[in-house]
């Protein structure tokens, strides 16, 4: 394959992760939150594919880096705040559409805002990763394309689980202003969390990844689409367990 074509097949599959991103948001806009919410699962599926097409093709780039960056911005950071405002509207007025602006009170729209945490704090999850020369092979915080899975998962979890409690929970907008919050705070936590980058297929040194994708496919077996919060749970947790023994021992 000619140098001049290899080098820019990760910056295109990169920018299939951006218009991914860019159609999520026009659905969402429109109303299609369900579809929505797979442009962003293939959002992820394209920003797993440009960064595993670079290392095979050893194409990487200045630009490449910040392209993957700004796509991820929008796929994952604006893309799930506005499922989550979506989710939000539905939880404060029980409907989709906003009441007039003038009789919004202002809790009401403190609530409203708050969705739009995560595109700021992905934003700089992001700006701060480009810097950061400790993250890379292993993240500091959790990464952007995990957290926007959790988020949009939520929605899912809202229209398929049977479960009272759970449901309660996800439509109490109090609730999920503080899973907003939380969770996209973790992505700029000083935690640990390691990749799913291999650089062998051995056991050794990669153990983690492998014990993490066991469990992720026993879940995904057991619980299909509510097992997706669940694995994200999962890696936060098994990072946090691996850190604390590195550092025990």
């Not at 820019?8 to 929505?36: D, M």
């Not at 797993?48 to 880096?65: I, Q, T």
């Amino acid at each position: 394959m000619p140098v001049s074509i290899k080098r820019h097949i990760p910056n295109t599959i990169t920018s299939l992760n951006l218009l991914s991103g860019c159609i999520s948001i026009a659905l969402a806009f429109e109303g299609y939150i369900l579809f929505a919410v797979y442009m962003i699962f293939i959002a992820a599926i394209f920003d797993f594919m440009d960064g595993m097409s670079a290392r095979l093709l050893k194409a990487y780039s200045v630009v490449g880096k910040e392209l993957d960056s700004l796509s991820d911005v929008v796929s994952f950071g604006v893309a799930p705040s506005i499922i989550i405002f979506h989710m939000m509207k539905i939880s404060l007025f029980k409907t989709v559409h906003l009441p007039p602006i003038e009789h919004l009170t202002l809790l009401q729209i403190v609530f409203l805002l708050i969705p739009f945490f995560i595109a700021i704090i992905s934003g700089v999850r992001l700006a701060k990763f480009n810097v950061d020369e400790r993250q890379t092979e292993n993240f500091i915080g959790l990464a952007v394309p995990a957290s926007a899975i959790f988020f949009v998962s939520l929605y899912l979890v809202s229209l398929i689980s049977t479960n009272d409690l759970l449901l309660s929970l996800l439509k109490n907008h109090y609730i999920l202003a503080i899973i907003t919050i939380l969770f996209s705070l973790l992505m700029i936590a000083e935690l640990p969390m390691f990749s799913l980058k291999l650089k062998s297929f051995g056991f050794k040194g990669n153990k983690i990844r492998y014990i993490f994708i066991v469990l992720s496919v026993i879940l995904l077996i057991l619980l299909q689409t509510l097992a997706i919060p669940l694995i994200i749970l999962l890696y936060i947790l098994l990072s946090a367990i691996n850190n604390w023994i590195y550092n025990f021992d």
